[in-house]
């Protein structure tokens, strides 16, 4: 799996984007913590913050006794610098490539 | 529990894997001829040692914007070359940043698998919430925004194709 491939599959659960929102919400949380807002087990909570952590959308950091789970954003620029400005360029220069067009025509 | 929370709600951590060295990461850190072609324009300055002072200058562009010549000034806390990079990080782009308190920036470089390095970037925000609101900004570059994102990024980028997003 390249690393694109474990952020969308990381990204395609709805608990595991909930899971993201909570900590763009408010960072560096336990999982008691985001355990304790969602309706799952510890375990399915832990399950799904592996795969969060393995696609890189998680750090986790030892902060005396516990761990906290912070949102690292980084993986979701690179998707959108490769997957999403790429396309929406195209798009606009579609657009202005049309204005050109038609505005020719008229003059 | 208090302290832990505290620490929680004021540290940012930013993480990226890049396709390059450790050594080659390291440089582009701390050496202005290559930190001065990613992020914002500018260079920044490293004396590696405890204590040495860390100096980023804002470039011509960004001083034509009215932005100040030294942009953010610290000091070297720990230099382990090219493994670890602790330093402090105090913004001075206008007055109400400059008057918070200086923060502590934390670059962890960790060799993994097929010739990835992890990159590891902790930001320590405590008493510093304009710092922490502007080193987190979503906005995109030309609105003045980026931060830790779009610095590491733009940095992986760099080391892996050789040109920036500007160049």
Request: charged fraction near 30%; aromatic fraction near 6%; glycine fraction near 6%.
């Amino acid at each position: 799996m390249t690393d694109d491939d474990r952020v969308f599959k990381a990204l395609a659960d709805p608990t595991r984007r909930h899971l993201l929102d909570r900590l763009f919400e408010r960072d560096g949380r336990t999982l008691s913590e985001l355990e304790s807002e969602l309706e799952m087990t510890r375990f399915g909570v832990m399950k799904h913050l592996r795969v969060l952590e393995d696609a890189g959308l998680v750090v986790t950091r030892r902060s005396g006794r516990e761990k906290l789970h912070f949102l690292n954003p980084v993986p979701i620029r690179l998707i959108h610098d490769r997957w999403i400005d790429k396309y929406r360029e195209r798009q606009v220069s579609a657009l202005a490539e049309l204005k050109t067009e038609l505005e020719e025509e008229l003059a | 529990m208090t302290t832990d929370t505290h620490t929680a709600v004021t540290t940012q951590v930013y993480r990226v894997y890049i396709k390059a060295t450790p050594q080659a990461i390291w440089d582009a850190i701390t050496k202005p001829e290559w930190n001065e072609r990613y992020g914002y324009p500018g260079r920044s300055e490293f004396d590696l040692r405890p204590g040495g002072a860390f100096r980023a200058i804002a470039g011509p562009q960004a001083q034509a914007m009215g932005m100040p010549e030294l942009l953010v000034e610290g000091e070297v806390v720990e230099a382990d070359p090219p493994r670890r990079l602790v330093q402090t990080w105090h913004p001075l782009w206008d007055e109400e940043i400059a008057a918070e308190s200086p923060t502590r920036v934390t670059w962890d470089i960790e060799e993994d698998d097929g010739g990835v390095t992890r990159l590891t970037v902790t930001h320590e925000l405590e008493n510093a919430p304009v710092t922490a609101a502007q080193v987190t900004s979503t906005a995109r570059l030309h609105e003045g925004g980026g931060g830790w994102v779009m610095i590491l990024s733009d940095l992986k980028t760099l080391l892996e194709t050789g040109s920036s997003f500007d160049s």
